[in-house]
């Protein structure tokens, strides 16, 4: 057996420093010392930055301004790409202040490890050329004892251009190595001491979570909260989990909250492996009577099954289930109604297929649900039921068509998204 599979290797890390965890020389030294710190415990580590501060907002404002034009493609790409490896070379300077061995990586580079298409601003990153030249490049510097520092965000084509992967690409940057190299763990460090449980900008005193799964964490990304960008998370492995820490810590054993789990790589049609129904309660402002909604709501856990969608409006309110809660919990459902003064009446729609489209960003992407909509009325297939959730489409379909549903809504998902 090789000798070297038997050695056991050292802790590795990939940690990924937020502009605003580098928005000044105080901060970037805070930044530095922590890094120092982990290497002289014998971890490697592989750093990745962002631009300092407000650094690319400012270099797109300017440009633009400079231009009279909003500049985009190549050439803005290769103006605000200097704020990531400015802020890289300024890092590795601090940490050759402090005696550290380390290697600043750059895209002029021939070992640089990020390559992506060509889709300037918003590039994709070509992961079995990333993998290859990570291994090549960044992992045998680790295995030296060298701290490697990469600027996030950037990445280049194949002939060299320079591109940037947009908004949250210096997450992207971090968990690609991270995947690639097999890390112990991602540190994203920010100006928080973690995920809160609401925005501080709306509500006082949120609480840290402690740790988070990134199914749940989409569902707070789709409503605009931006820890970290959707687009990024598609690249976190299930194996590794993803830190978040405060800055002002300095230190990178400092508490903060856990991020755990994965999402799948491809967007996947599912139906749901039995029959559904569709139930609907109308009623002057029915909507607006919390103790009915309870009820129903306490009748349907009570039948020990999920509640697949629900639909409310001022007057009216349509409950998505499975068939197999029987038509006991209609029965319980419909002596709320007759009771309850705000109801008046209910009817079920019985043997409707529930399909389920899940992926990252999948409610984003324009034209997906038009799409969805358009292949199913040329076959034919009225749609009951749609909603859009974390990064989940829920369409109700009747059961005769599940199956010719299910490859429609496949062609036009993979029209839509590639």
């Known amino acids: 057996m090789n000798e070297n599979r038997n050695r056991k290797r050292s802790a590795r890390l990939v940690v990924k420093f937020g502009g605003t965890s580098l928005a000044d020389g105080a901060s970037i030294s805070r930044a530095a010392d922590s890094v120092v710190k982990k290497v002289k415990q014998g971890v490697q580590v592989a750093v990745v930055v962002s631009a300092m501060g407000k650094t690319t907002d400012f270099l797109i404002d300017t440009t633009n301004h400079a231009c009279g034009k909003a500049v985009s493609g190549a050439e803005l790409d290769d103006i605000v790409a200097m704020g990531e490896r400015t802020s890289a070379r300024v890092f590795a300077a601090a940490l050759e202040a402090r005696g550290i061995k380390y290697r600043y990586l750059d895209p002029v580079e021939s070992d640089w490890p990020i390559m992506t298409d ?59 190595l991270a995947q690639e190299l097999s890390a112990d763990q991602v540190i994203l460090v920010t100006d928080v001491d973690g995920i809160m449980s609401a925005d501080p900008k709306i509500v006082k005193k949120p609480e840290k979570l402690q740790e988070i799964y990134i199914d749940t964490l989409v569902g707070l990304a789709d409503s605009g909260t931006k820890f970290i960008r959707k687009k990024a998370l598609r690249y976190k492995s299930p194996e590794i989990d993803v830190k978040v820490i405060s800055n002002a810590a300095g230190d990178l054993d400092a508490d903060g909250t856990i991020i755990r789990g994965s999402l799948p790589n491809n967007t996947v049609v599912e139906p749901y492996p039995e029959p559904a129904m569709a139930v609907t309660i109308v009623g002057k402002e029915a909507s607006e009577s919390p103790r009915i909604i309870a009820e129903i709501l306490r009748e349907i856990r009570r039948a020990g099954v999920p509640l697949l969608g629900m639909s409310i409006n001022h007057n009216s309110l349509i409950l998505y289930l499975p068939m197999s809660a029987g038509d006991s919990l209609l029965e319980s459902l419909h002596s709320i109604v007759v009771r309850d003064e705000r109801t008046i009446a209910m009817a079920a729609r019985k043997d409707l297929a529930f399909i389920r489209v899940r992926g990252v960003g999948l409610e984003e992407t324009p034209g997906v649900i038009s799409g969805i909509a358009k292949n199913l009325n040329s076959a034919g297939i009225n749609i009951y039921g749609v909603f859009t959730i974390t990064s989940s489409i829920l369409i109700f379909v009747d059961l005769k068509d599940q199956e010719k549903a299910v490859r429609l809504i496949e062609e036009s998902v993979r029209v839509n998204t590639n």
């Open 118 to 176: 060509d889709r300037f601003n918003n590039a994709n990153p070509i992961l079995p050329i990333c993998r290859e030249r990570i291994r090549r490049s960044v992992q045998p510097l680790l295995e030296e004892g060298v701290a490697v520092v990469v600027p996030g965000f950037i990445g280049k084509t194949e002939n060299g251009t320079v591109t940037t992967m947009g908004r949250g690409g210096s997450d992207i940057t971090a968990l690609i």
